[in-house]
């Protein structure tokens, strides 16, 4: 089972600023399936990116999702007030399981 | 427009059984994917089933050990949880979640999800 390690733990930032969150895989994703959500305090998670790189529905383009193999990065370029939330990385595909990272908070600073 | 509602959720002793549902709406039901994951309160996401769109496939996350079963009625646009011989670590909010059409097995609509407590 891949194990998805999301790092930092909880990061603060000022609306504005860039957001960069990571994501490291246990062993290298094929076909980059990994997924960012955004979950806020009592609602459920929202679908940000797919494959790696490619925005969901309805998602503004200030949200962008980089890497491959063992590395992906979720950025966000500038920050705005909705945005501080907690975020999740998942490895999906074919076959299960799909597992998720442990999560980032993003906090004001 | 797209809904997810899930229902059945509630105080159960360990050991016994819950069966959780989830009524689909604003969407051909029958042809999509449908997951449950949970989420134990303030930790994060826990992926716990998956049924294909006609029922035919069934997958569970190892955790599980042949306690839960997925099912779902095309006819009533419902999904099922079947939760048996419960253990307090099976605490959590339970989501259903559909399929994304174009991202494979990730979820683009999630229920408000059903909290099921495991306690004595």
């Known amino acids: 089972e891949i194990v998805l390690t999301q790092s930092p733990g909880t990061l603060s930032l000022s609306p504005g600023e860039r957001a960069t969150l990571s994501c490291r895989a246990s062993q290298s994703l094929i076909s980059t399936f990994l997924a960012w959500y955004q979950q806020k305090p009592g609602q459920a998670p929202r679908l940000l990116i797919y494959g790696a790189s490619n925005r969901a529905t309805g998602i503004p383009d200030r949200f962008s999702g980089s890497g491959s193999g063992t590395d992906f990065t979720l950025t966000i370029s500038r920050l705005e007030s909705e945005d501080f939330a907690v975020y999740y990385c998942?490895?999906?595909?074919?076959?299960?399981?799909?597992?998720f990272g442990q999560g980032t908070k993003l906090e004001i600073k | 427009q797209v809904q997810l509602m899930e229902s059945g959720g509630g105080v159960v002793q360990p050991g016994r059984s819950l069966r959780l549902s989830c009524a689909a709406s604003g969407f051909i039901f029958g042809y999509y994917t449908m997951h449950w994951v949970r989420q134990v309160p303030g930790k994060g996401l826990e992926w716990v089933a998956v049924i294909s769109n006609d029922g035919s496939k069934k997958y569970y996350a190892d955790f599980e050990k042949g306690r839960f079963t997925i099912s779902r009625d095309n006819s009533r646009n419902t999904l099922y949880l079947q939760m048996n011989s419960l253990r307090p670590d099976d605490t959590a909010v339970y989501y259903c979640?559909?399929?994304?059409?174009?991202?494979?097995?990730?979820?683009?609509?999630w229920g408000q999800g059903a909290l099921v407590t495991v306690s004595s």
């Open positions: 979640a559909r399929r994304y059409t174009y991202g494979s097995n990730t979820f683009d609509y």
């Open positions: 998942q490895h999906y595909g074919d076959s299960p399981p799909y597992t």
